[in-house]
Nanobody, 124 residues
Framework: VQLQASGGGLVQAGGSLRLSCAASGRTFSSYAMGWFRQAPGKEREFVAAASWSGDLTYYADSVKGRFTISRDNAKNTVYLQMNSLKPEDTAVYYC??????????????????WGQGTQVTVSS
């Protein structure tokens, strides 16, 4: 599976962005999908994940109520709608695909494929 993330940019605090991650290769709907982010000098951290059909989702506490993950299996794309952005949301955002996925786990190790990342910068 090849993943291509896009949609990042510069936005003021309180603003919104929608990230997209387009998948190609093997059957997209066979993979749970996740979003992670990595700020400078920090480890990569879990943001959100969606099950194969998208009916199960969960979020890091830091983004709960502000971010929404969704997927369109017909378009082989997963999205991350980010609202009420804060400067601390500034990071490179990565999408990832997991063939074997445990609901509620934020572990990076369960993800098999990663996109190249897209930069999100939130100014104060």
């Amino acid at each position: 599976v090849q993943l291509q993330a896009s949609g990042g940019g510069l936005v003021q605090a309180g603003g919104s962005l929608r990230l997209s991650c387009a998948a190609s290769g093997r059957t997209f709907s066979s993979y749970a999908m996740g979003w992670f982010r990595q700020a400078p000098g920090k480890e990569r951290e879990f943001v959100a994940a969606a099950s194969w059909s998208g009916d199960l989702t969960y979020y890091a506490d830091s983004v709960k109520g502000r971010f929404t993950i969704s997927r369109d299996n017909a378009k082989n794309t997963v999205y991350l709608q980010m609202n009420s952005l804060k400067p601390e949301d500034t990071a490179v955002y990565y999408c990832a695909a997991a063939a074997r996925w445990t609901y509620g786990s934020s572990s990076l190790r369960q993800y098999d494929y990663w996109g190249q990342g897209t930069q999100v910068t939130v100014s104060s």
